[in-house]
């Protein structure tokens, strides 16, 4: 299976800055990768996927980037509503894998 | 509006059986591959499985936990996945989520379902 490493794994920020998670494949997935923000008791929701292409309603603050082993997930402004846990998923090789996640806290 | 609504979580004993059902609405669903997925009370997201549509195949794939033991069908006539699990261990609970899979798993999501495998 192909592993997905996410860095941080957990990280403080203050409303306003601008945020960047890492998620790192064990092999090339081309930009078969999504990313995905849950709050805390709820389903997690989709922000984008095809590695860069923003999910419909999204904010325009989040963005995604990368292809092939390396990727990140850039929140340009961070906002009280997005203290959440984001994950990455590779859908390139079956089966799909998550990062393990990457908590974002108040500082 | 994209609905997904998952039902059949409960207590099961390990070995025990439970049969998960995700019904679907405001798309169509005859065209839609569809994935389960769950998350450990505390912990991260593990993809389980999923079924292609009837046009695409039909056929489904599994996580290597779950293969052999969880098997994913869908009703078109109803609009529903099911998740039938059976030999349930301890490790298998966890809140379930049933996703409608566009350009991967996880365009949409339901509310989740929680499955308990405890004696």
């Known amino acids: 299976d192909i592993q997905m490493t996410q860095s941080p794994s957990s990280l403080s920020a203050s409303v306003g800055d601008r945020v960047t998670i890492t998620c790192r494949a064990s092999?090339?997935?081309?930009?078969?990768l999504g990313w995905f923000q849950q709050k805390p008791g709820k389903a997690p929701k989709r922000l984008i996927h095809?590695?860069?292409s923003q999910q419909s309603g999204v904010p325009s603050r989040f963005s995604g980037s990368g292809s092939g082993t390396e990727f990140t997930l850039t929140i340009s402004s961070l906002q009280p509503e997005d203290f959440a846990t984001y994950y990455c998923?590779?859908?390139?090789?079956?089966?799909?894998?998550f990062g393990q996640g990457t908590k974002v806290e108040i500082k | 509006e994209v609905q997904l609504v998952e039902s059949g979580g409960g207590l099961a004993k390990p070995g025990g059986s439970l049969r998960l059902s995700c019904a679907a609405s405001?798309?169509?669903?005859?065209?839609?591959?569809m994935s389960w997925v769950r998350q450990a009370p505390g912990k991260g997201l593990q993809w389980v499985g999923q079924?292609?549509?009837?046009?695409?195949?039909?056929?489904?794939d599994y996580a290597a936990p779950v293969e052999g033991r969880f098997t994913i069908s869908r009703d078109d006539s109803k609009n529903t996945v099911y998740l039938q699990m059976n030999s349930l261990k301890t490790e298998d609970t966890g809140t379930y989520y049933c996703?409608?899979?566009?350009?991967?798993?996880?365009?949409?999501w339901g509310q989740g379902t929680m499955v308990t495998v405890s004696s």
């Open positions: 095809a590695a860069s």
């Open positions: 079924i292609k549509s009837k046009t695409g195949g039909g056929t489904t």
């Open positions: 092999q090339g997935i081309s930009n078969d």
């Open positions: 998923l590779q859908y390139n090789i079956y089966p799909p894998t």
């Open positions: 996703t409608r899979d566009w350009s991967g798993p996880g365009d949409y």
């Open positions: 405001g798309f169509t669903f005859t065209n839609a591959w």
